[in-house]
């Protein structure tokens, strides 16, 4: 599984940056003015956008090795500008790391698909799910232990995955080169017939991937990834404990998702039971955790009682909504039956992914000091419920899914045994 875990360094470990650009602006050294911190937050999302906008172009006009290649540099260059100790270098380093991370998104699963046969390709994309939770254990590990007086040690801490993981990809790159190496190929006769026998189903792969990428927006995968802390705060539980929590739940999550990757067998339950299954969990747990927090602001002696209650079933529900979120984008990924195509929806989830990620987070913290924690939190209960019935009845009547023999063509399936070495 070694190209699952370069292309996932690229990618799914870079997303701390999400939330770790708060070491700057704690109690103990407020590195970062208010002004400052508001424009570098969004230097990374908005270069998140740019990747993964212009990324389609670049793989047509060049190769998708182009691309990955592009990503590699954005993490080395960034993180090596960041570390320049004037705060315009830290906005512009974290805007080209999320240029490449952008980038990367899209390509490692692509890049995954490819190398990997359908039984091992869920287990490949368990890999980016588990940097994923190590992404946010780095980034909560970071707020809470390593505040430091020092803008320079500070920067280094923050950007030493980019620096290494750039590092990582340079070394290995030779494994990519022949496969890679081409611009996106037109797609083949045999091809175009079945993506026209599949833009002429009642629900296309595309609708389908709209709705799971919503739903793993509103059932809060961005919000516990940046408001973790303040959430289990809301709850009742001191700020100390709050953090603790915060550093607990990715940790749980990574064991459970390493469990995920052990070897698959008969057994082991389809994609589509996957998604349905762990989402329809997710949203009984999700439901469960509304009910003990309502209306423990007002009463105190519920609020003691409940707040163990509340942030046990919060530790539970963000770490199983990884399982059905991380495996749809396996499932999506799957629904196209060329690299262009593929390219090309997973763009357009990015972006939703983006812009519904950006949407929360800007309106979360501001509805939540208005109201409480229960009010922020039921819209995105209703939502996910509406998205999960109409996906039940997307995928409820689909078949079980089988591998798809016209994946790769004849040249791309003996270049892939030529790298078979690369795939354990």
């Given at each position: 599984m070694k190209i699952a875990l370069i292309v996932s360094l690229l990618s799914a470990l870079q997303i701390h940056h999400q939330t770790v650009l708060n070491v700057f602006t704690t109690k103990?050294?407020?590195?970062?003015?208010?002004?400052?911190?508001?424009?570098?937050?969004?230097?990374?999302?908005?270069?998140?956008?740019?990747?993964?906008?212009?990324?389609?172009?670049?793989?047509?006009?060049?190769?998708?090795?182009?691309?990955?290649?592009?990503?590699?540099?954005?993490?080395?260059?960034?993180?090596l500008i960041s570390l320049i100790p004037f705060t315009i270098f830290l906005a512009l380093g974290r805007f080209i790391i999320g240029i490449g991370v952008g980038c990367g998104f899209v390509l490692s699963s692509v890049i995954i698909y490819d190398f990997y046969p359908f039984e091992k390709r869920a287990n490949a994309f368990f890999i980016g799910a588990?940097?994923?939770?190590?992404?946010?254990?780095?980034?909560?590990?970071?707020?809470?232990?390593?505040?430091?007086?020092?803008?320079?040690v500070t920067s280094l801490i923050v950007n030493l995955p980019s620096l290494v993981c750039g590092l990582i990809y340079f070394l290995d790159r030779p494994a990519f080169i022949d496969i890679f190496s081409y611009p996106l190929e037109s797609t083949?006769?045999?091809?175009?017939?079945?993506?026209?026998?599949?833009?002429?189903?009642?629900?296309?792969?595309?609708?389908?991937?709209?709705?799971?990428?919503?739903?793993?927006?509103?059932i809060g995968v961005p919000i516990v990834m940046a408001f973790s802390t303040l959430i289990f705060e809301n709850m009742g539980v001191s700020s100390?404990?709050?953090?603790?929590?915060?550093?607990?739940?990715?940790?749980?999550?990574?064991?459970?998702?390493?469990?995920?990757?052990?070897?698959?067998?008969?057994?082991?339950?389809?994609?589509?039971?996957l998604i349905l299954g762990g989402y329809g969990i997710c949203l009984v747990i999700f439901f469960s955790f509304l009910l003990s927090i309502?209306?423990?602001?007002?009463?105190?002696?519920?609020?003691?009682?409940?707040?163990?209650?509340?942030?046990?079933?919060?530790?539970?529900?963000a770490v199983l909504m990884a399982i059905p979120c991380n495996t749809s984008f396996c499932f999506i990924t799957e629904r196209f039956p060329d690299r262009e195509s593929r390219v090309k929806a997973l763009v357009k989830s990015r972006m939703l992914l983006w812009g519904l990620s950006a949407l929360e987070s800007a309106t979360f913290l501001p509805i939540l000091n208005a109201t409480n924690l229960f009010i922020a939190l039921i819209p995105y209960l209703v939502i996910s419920v509406a998205l999960f019935v109409f996906l039940l009845m997307l995928l409820g009547s689909m078949t079980e899914e089988e591998e798809d023999e016209y994946e790769l063509t004849e040249s791309d399936t003996i270049q892939l045994k030529n790298y078979s070495s690369c795939n354990d």
């Open positions: 103990n050294n407020n590195l970062i003015s208010e002004g400052s911190f508001t424009i570098i937050a969004a230097a990374f999302p908005i270069g998140k956008v740019f990747g993964t906008f212009f990324v389609e172009k670049i793989c047509k006009k060049w190769s998708i090795l182009a691309g990955i290649d592009l990503n590699g540099i954005c993490l080395l260059f960034g993180g588990i940097l994923f939770g190590s992404a946010a254990l780095y980034s909560n590990i970071v707020v809470a232990y390593f505040s430091l007086n020092n803008y320079f083949s006769r045999r091809k175009m017939d079945k993506k026209k026998s599949i833009d002429e189903e009642t629900f296309s792969p595309m609708t389908i991937t709209y709705f799971l990428i919503a739903l793993n927006a509103s100390f404990r709050a953090s603790q929590y915060s550093i607990l739940y990715p940790l749980t999550q990574l064991t459970i998702l390493s469990a995920f990757r052990l070897p698959i067998d008969s057994s082991m339950p389809s994609r589509k039971s309502q209306g423990i602001e007002d009463d105190k002696i519920s609020l003691n009682h409940n707040s163990g209650i509340s942030a046990a079933l919060f530790l539970v529900l």
